[in-house]
């Protein structure tokens, strides 16, 4: 166990709906990354949270969006959701600003009909 | 945008046997990460390499950092059924722990 915990562990969506998913990252840990994992293929990048502010991103597009709050937890929100984004999306943990080694929590299975 | 490519895709391999998979990429990464995924749960990290060259072992799992900074190889010796599993390289360019670029895996499967 990471200590790292998502929520909730499947989903299922309609499209053009939208969609909010959780991590609590682990204790002691300041930032959060998101990652998509489509089936089949390694985890993408999406983007960071360190102390609240976003602090990075990869190619998605705005439609993706997270907020980190004051106790380090995590969201990321989809909007207008399309069939493609049907993935399990991972939250990584990691202490002082991600120096050091990153913790992944167990996965989102978003499905979207 | 980046792009690792691992292979193999997949082995199938008697227990005992030795494993090596390779990724590669065309750009340089400053870190190169080996996880193992099992179903159902996200990677975990198995090895972190940090220098050009780096040989490191953990256990049976022996990585190494390629001199180029493009490349990077695992070897699992003597491999057991619980060896089983996704295995996903991943750069970094930076030595930001959450932001990688993984490979698409090597998928292991271990007769006993």
């Known amino acids: 166990e990471t200590g790292v915990t998502q929520s909730p562990t499947h989903l299922i969506k309609t499209r053009g709906q939208q969609v909010t998913l959780r991590c609590s990252s682990q204790?002691?840990?300041?930032?959060v990354s998101w990652y998509q994992q489509a089936l089949g293929q390694g985890p993408q990048f999406i983007f960071q949270?360190?102390?609240?502010?976003?602090?990075g991103r990869g190619n998605f597009p705005p439609r993706f969006s997270g907020l980190q709050f004051p106790n380090y937890s995590s969201e990321l929100n989809v909007n207008a959701l399309e069939l493609d984004d049907s993935a399990l999306y991972l939250c990584?943990?990691?202490?002082?600003?991600?120096?050091?080694?990153?913790?992944f929590g167990q996965g989102t299975r978003l499905t979207v009909v | 945008g980046q792009q690792l490519n691992q292979s193999p895709q997949s082995m199938f391999i008697q227990e005992g046997e030795d494993v090596s998979m390779n990724c590669t990429s065309s750009?340089?990464?400053?870190?190169w990460l080996w996880y193992k995924q099992d179903p159902g749960e996200g990677p975990v990290l198995l090895i972190a390499?940090?220098?050009?060259?780096e040989l490191t072992s953990n256990g049976r799992l022996t990585a190494q950092f390629g001199i180029t900074r493009k490349d990077s190889f695992l070897n699992i010796s003597a491999s057991i059924p619980s060896d089983v599993g996704i295995y996903f390289c991943?750069?970094?360019?930076?030595?930001?722990?959450?932001?990688?670029?993984f490979g698409d895996g090597t998928t292991l499967t271990v007769k006993p």
């Open positions: 949270y360190y102390r609240e502010e976003e602090n």
């Open positions: 990584a943990s990691s202490p002082q600003g991600g120096d050091t080694e990153a913790f």
């Open positions: 390499l940090y220098k050009a060259g």
């Open positions: 991943a750069g970094q360019k930076s030595t930001n722990a959450g932001k990688s670029t």
């Open positions: 750009s340089i990464f400053n870190t």
């Open positions: 204790s002691g840990h300041n930032t």
